[in-house]
């Protein structure tokens, strides 16, 4: 999924069309040949921040663009998602700039499961699972980019399910109900689920590649990868979208 913060020209052809160029016989005997899908077609369905020439994408390639929606003299604020952004990473410089000895308090028998943890030259992480587990500094910004998070995912999991013609019913129906507790940050270890929220700090200033491609990304997965100019912290005004 990528988020889009503005609208830049392009002189490719959008993706959807590449894709059904590609696809579209090129011969009678191509086309005698080429599979019928029996499955009946998906229902029209929109999906939260997502233009509609976007929607399709979600289907075709397993992500999609969200638009955050520009402020105006009717809206002046921004969007709760792209505000929480923005606060978590204003505090995740805050406490990564701490001294070590402080940041160590943070650690946990669990390793990089949780808590705060360190491989000296390359990076610096912390795995947030619950409330009482973030530090004092990082946990009202987590709870509150959490949140919204949480609910741009139950909101596209209900545009998902109306497309495949389910029972979407009130609360958690259809495909909502594999969201279910882990759109809020717990607050104790017993209110603990799958669901984490991981912050990096890389280290140096010269450039590397710091992610190797992934392809384990679920449908109901989020993974905000940011571009950044010398940290993990900041997007540089050259970028007008990152991917989620």
Same mark, same amino acid.
């Given at each position: 999924?990528a988020i889009e913060?503005?609208?830049?020209?392009?002189?490719?052809?959008?993706?959807?069309?590449?894709?059904?160029?590609?696809?579209?016989p090129?011969?009678?005997?191509?086309?005698?040949?080429?599979?019928?899908?029996?499955?009946?077609?998906?229902?029209?369905?929109?999906?939260?921040?997502v233009l509609?020439?976007?929607?399709?994408?979600?289907?075709?390639?397993?992500?999609?663009?969200?638009?955050?929606?520009?402020?105006s003299?009717?809206?002046?604020?921004?969007?709760?998602?792209?505000?929480?952004?923005?606060?978590?990473?204003?505090?995740?410089k805050?406490f990564?700039?701490?001294?070590?000895?402080e940041?160590?308090?943070?650690?946990?028998?669990? $390793?990089?499961? %949780? *808590?705060?943890? #360190?491989?000296?030259?390359?990076?610096?992480f912390?795995?947030?699972? =619950?409330? !009482?587990?973030?530090?004092?500094t990082?946990?009202?910004?987590?709870?509150?980019?959490?949140?919204?998070?949480?609910?741009l995912?139950?909101?596209?999991?209900?545009?998902v399910?109306e497309?495949?013609g389910?029972?979407? $019913?009130?609360? %958690? *129906?259809?495909? #909502?109900?594999f969201?279910?507790?882990c759109?809020?940050?717990?607050? =104790?270890? !017993?209110?603990k689920?799958?669901?984490?929220?991981?912050?990096?700090r890389?280290?140096?200033?010269e450039?590397?590649?710091?992610?190797?491609?992934?392809c384990d990304?679920t449908f109901?997965?989020?993974?905000?990868l940011?571009?950044?100019?010398?940290?993990?912290?900041?997007i540089?005004?050259?970028?007008?979208?990152?991917?989620?």
């Amino acid at each position: 999924m990528a988020i889009e913060t503005s609208p830049q020209p392009s002189n490719h052809a959008p993706l959807l069309s590449r894709i059904i160029s590609h696809l579209r016989p090129k011969s009678k005997d191509q086309t005698r040949n080429f599979p019928i899908d029996p499955r009946p077609p998906l229902r029209p369905s929109s999906l939260p921040l997502v233009l509609s020439k976007h929607t399709p994408n979600l289907a075709l390639q397993g992500w999609t663009t969200v638009s955050f929606p520009v402020p105006s003299s009717e809206c002046p604020s921004q969007h709760p998602l792209q505000q929480g952004f923005e606060n978590l990473f204003e505090s995740s410089k805050a406490f990564f700039d701490q001294p070590i000895e402080e940041k160590e308090k943070w650690k946990t028998k669990l $390793g990089s499961e %949780e *808590g705060w943890s #360190r491989i000296e030259g390359e990076k610096e992480f912390i795995t947030i699972r =619950t409330v !009482e587990g973030t530090p004092e500094t990082l946990r009202d910004a987590a709870k509150q980019c959490w949140a919204a998070a949480g609910d741009l995912i139950d909101g596209m999991l209900g545009g998902v399910s109306e497309s495949l013609g389910m029972d979407v $019913g009130e609360g %958690e *129906g259809g495909l #909502r109900r594999f969201v279910g507790p882990c759109k809020r940050l717990g607050e =104790t270890k !017993e209110d603990k689920t799958p669901t984490m929220l991981r912050l990096f700090r890389y280290e140096g200033e010269e450039a590397k590649i710091v992610a190797e491609r992934k392809c384990d990304i679920t449908f109901s997965s989020q993974c905000f990868l940011l571009f950044f100019h010398s940290s993990l912290f900041t997007i540089p005004t050259t970028s007008s979208c990152f991917y989620i």
